[in-house]
């Protein structure tokens, strides 16, 4: 049976088909490997034939680039001369001789790239015989580049991951800490819950220690346990301690003790002690990283792990994996925690010795506003304020010069402060993507601080309204949840980002990143790469400036929200400033501080607090340290001098009832 023949009836007896195959026969052009097809309503011309490249015959079926005849429409209108003439002219032997020219010389290129990249040109060589595009043949060779462009991009990631992978294997992180993989160290976990002294006891033994460092999550906490450390005596005399945060830096000559933030952990310098606070941060999806670098590199041959309980099947994982020597200590809470029978339901009922929590610093300030009618006086704590302002709020509640304290969970990690009761006027707290229901760990440290041990037989814990309070009472009877003991995060160093570039010639920030969350070798998920998506969104930004990749790593990083335009806008003319190499120095902001709403002082003293941070690091193109921290104080001295006015405003209207 002929291919004809098993074609559809209306197909094998199309008469334009067959008045068209007429003709070139009658023209001799199919026997000269010329077709005349149809597609897509055109009529044109496909010229068969072979070019020859090294030792094979390379097969095309093409249209020429002028073979495009007509539309099947007006095709169908004209006279068979027209169509004889149309057909003499296009497909003479000059454009047969010029579309072989062509592809051999396509042939040559795209076999000569192939070779270069390493990338079998075959597949590309035998389209030109079966892609049968109603194109002319340039776009056809132009859709074949496109391919081979992709293909090499592919094989060039290929081979960058493999690489990176090769490069660096997260399995090994823990022996990039040289000092503390010398150091047959010992961990000693004391784990319970707020109140319970686990703090003090670190304290005490690092104090007693011939050296130490103190790692706390809080620029706060770190200025603490930095004056406590001072306060103390070992072997007869004072300790000589330093201070080191990522703004601030208060080096004593010969200091034998450090309080530090866990960031600023300096790694190289061995030490007898060390005390990493709030362990159970291990799991924090941000900051995490952070406390497995200090469990990992901590160069001391004791480390005190101190937090909550749900870290210790993490501590064990770890200490098993680091081959450290473990001892756990878990210890009680000092007075009880009583859940009150009923709501607070009325701001009327609220009492001295309160402490008012809220999730946001709007929700803050309102609250505050309407404890304050009340006649009561309020200390406010939240995250936007500076250590100091906070500290100095936390003071004046514990001199009694503010009744209530009105704050977000921030109270819930480093303010020691009498509450006798804490009042929860919401168990909702946004998490950076979306509003949730507070976990059990959270709701128990921060209904801990209630009922310092001391002042307090016990601490009491409410909610304002009804269904808050239901829902802390079954939180805190609810068992936190353990921590995971696999998947610790590890954050990228320059070091990292200087072997992945070293071996990619890459140096876009973000494309460095991408491949340290997704192409290093992580053979069994112990540990684990993050970085933050403000990182990453910094990144792609930074890469748009001539910025060398430890300037934009280093930007990347600065502790200065993006979510404050003008906070934003000196980010950025600070990383524009450093692209052109100038020196920016610190200028105070223009309106002065008393003409400022409290808002604005509290993003000025953020500001300041940023510029001293990127200061330390890059010290020739912003050379300000000391301004920068000089009007940071003058900020926060304000902030706090705000605070302070709108409690005495609220003295002078106490009702008799709330008087001393």
């Known amino acids: 049976m002929s291919p004809s023949s098993r074609l559809p009836a209306a197909a094998a007896a199309d008469p334009e088909q067959l008045e068209d195959d007429e003709l070139m026969r009658q023209?001799?052009?199919?026997?000269?490997?010329?077709?005349?097809?149809?597609?897509?309503?055109?009529?044109?011309?496909?010229?068969?034939?072979?070019?020859?490249?090294?030792?094979?015959?390379?097969?095309?079926?093409?249209?020429?680039?002028?073979g495009v005849l007509a539309k099947a429409s007006k095709w169908r209108k004209m006279d068979v001369a027209t169509r004889s003439a149309t057909l003499r002219e296009r497909a003479s032997a000059a454009a047969a001789d010029a579309l072989y020219a062509?592809?051999?010389?396509?042939?040559?290129?795209?076999?000569?790239?192939?070779?270069?990249?390493?990338?079998?040109?075959?597949?590309f060589l035998d389209a030109l015989a079966s892609m049968q595009l109603a194109e002319p043949?340039?776009?056809?060779?132009?859709?074949?580049?496109?391919?081979?462009?992709?293909?090499?991009?592919?094989?060039?990631?290929?081979?960058?991951?493999?690489?990176?992978?090769?490069?660096?294997?997260?399995?090994?992180?823990?022996?990039?800490?040289?000092?503390?993989?010398?150091?047959?160290?010992?961990?000693?976990?004391?784990?319970?819950?707020?109140n319970s002294g686990k703090t003090h006891m670190a304290i005490e033994?690092?104090?007693?220690?011939?050296?130490?460092?103190?790692?706390?999550?809080?620029?706060?906490?770190?200025?603490?346990?930095?004056?406590r450390l001072q306060g103390m005596q070992a072997r007869g005399k004072p300790l000589a301690v330093s201070l080191v945060t990522g703004e601030e830096r208060r080096l004593v000559p010969g200091a034998t003790h450090v309080a530090s933030t866990v960031e600023m952990l300096d790694t190289r310098s061995e030490v007898d002690v060390a005390v990493i606070d709030e362990i159970q941060m291990l799991a924090d999806r941000d900051r995490g990283a952070a406390w497995t670098a200090a469990v990992c590199g901590a160069p001391a041959h004791t480390v005190y792990l101190v937090g909550a309980p749900e870290a210790r099947r993490a501590i064990e994982a770890l200490a098993a994996r680091l081959e450290c020597e473990l001892e756990v200590h878990i210890l009680k809470r000092k007075g009880p925690l009583t859940v009150e029978p009923t709501?607070?339901?009325?701001?009327?009922?609220?009492?001295?010795?309160?402490?008012?929590?809220?999730?946001?610093?709007?929700?803050?300030?309102?609250?505050?506003?309407?404890?304050?009618?009340?006649?009561?006086?309020?200390?406010?704590?939240?995250?936007?304020?500076s250590p100091e302002v906070r500290r100095a709020q936390a003071q004046r509640f514990r001199e009694g010069a503010a009744d209530v304290v009105v704050g977000t969970d921030a109270i819930a990690m480093g303010l020691n402060m009498p509450i006798a009761r804490i009042v929860m006027t919401t168990t909702v707290k946004y998490n950076g993507y979306e509003e949730e229901e507070i976990p059990a760990a959270l709701a128990r440290q921060i209904a801990g601080r209630a009922g310092r041990f001391g002042v307090h037989e016990e601490g009491l814990v409410a909610g304002y309204d009804n269904e808050t309070h239901s829902v802390m009472r079954s939180l805190l009877k609810e068992k936190p949840l353990p921590i995971k003991t696999n998947g610790f995060a590890v954050a990228p160093t320059l070091e990292h980002l200087h072997r992945i570039s070293s071996v990619t010639q890459?140096?876009?920030?973000?494309?460095?990143?991408?491949?340290?969350?997704?192409?290093?070798?992580?053979?069994?998920?112990?540990?684990?790469?993050?970085?933050?998506?403000?990182?990453?969104?910094?990144?792609?930004?930074?890469?748009?400036?001539?910025?060398?990749?430890?300037?934009?790593?280093?930007?990347?990083?600065?502790?200065?929200?993006?979510?404050?335009?003008?906070?934003?806008?000196?980010?950025?003319?600070?990383?524009?400033?450093?692209?052109?190499?100038?020196?920016t120095g610190m200028k105070a902001v223009q309106t002065p501080l008393h003409y400022m709403s409290l808002q604005e002082v509290e993003d000025a003293c953020r500001l300041y607090s940023a510029y001293a941070w990127l200061a330390y690091r890059q010290p020739e193109h912003f050379p300000d340290t000391e301004l920068a921290q000089q009007l940071s104080r003058q900020a926060s001295d304000r902030v706090d001098a705000l605070l302070h006015e709108h409690n005495s405003a609220a003295r002078k209207r106490q009702p008799k009832r709330f008087r001393r």
């Open 205 to 227: 033994a690092l104090a007693k220690a011939p050296s130490g460092v103190y790692l706390a999550p809080l620029r706060l906490l770190a200025l603490e346990n930095y004056e």
């Open 506 to 583: 890459e140096q876009s920030l973000a494309r460095l990143l991408k491949r340290f969350v997704h192409n290093i070798d992580v053979p069994d998920g112990f540990f684990y790469p993050r970085i933050t998506e403000e990182q990453f969104e910094r990144a792609a930004w930074l890469d748009t400036l001539d910025l060398s990749v430890a300037e934009k790593f280093a930007l990347s990083l600065v502790p200065i929200s993006s979510k404050v335009p003008s906070l934003q806008r000196a980010w950025e003319h600070w990383a524009t400033a450093l692209a052109a190499k100038k020196v």
């Open 27 to 66: 023209l001799d052009l199919t026997a000269q490997g010329v077709q005349l097809a149809r597609q897509d309503g055109r009529v044109f011309l496909r010229f068969s034939g072979s070019v020859p490249y090294a030792g094979r015959l390379v097969a095309y079926d093409l249209v020429p680039a002028y």
């Open 102 to 123: 062509e592809v051999a010389a396509f042939v040559v290129e795209i076999a000569e790239a192939c070779d270069d990249c390493e990338i079998d040109a075959a597949p």
């Open 343 to 385: 709501a607070v339901r009325k701001l009327g009922n609220l009492r001295r010795g309160d402490a008012v929590i809220c999730f946001s610093r709007r929700e803050v300030l309102m609250w505050r506003d309407m404890v304050t009618e009340l006649g009561l006086s309020v200390a406010t704590v939240y995250g936007n304020l």
């Open 137 to 194: 043949a340039g776009v056809v060779f132009d859709r074949l580049r496109q391919r081979l462009e992709h293909a090499v991009e592919r094989e060039m990631e290929e081979q960058h991951a493999e690489r990176t992978r090769q490069s660096i294997n997260l399995a090994e992180y823990p022996a990039t800490f040289d000092v503390a993989r010398r150091i047959k160290r010992r961990f000693i976990a004391v784990l319970g819950p707020t």
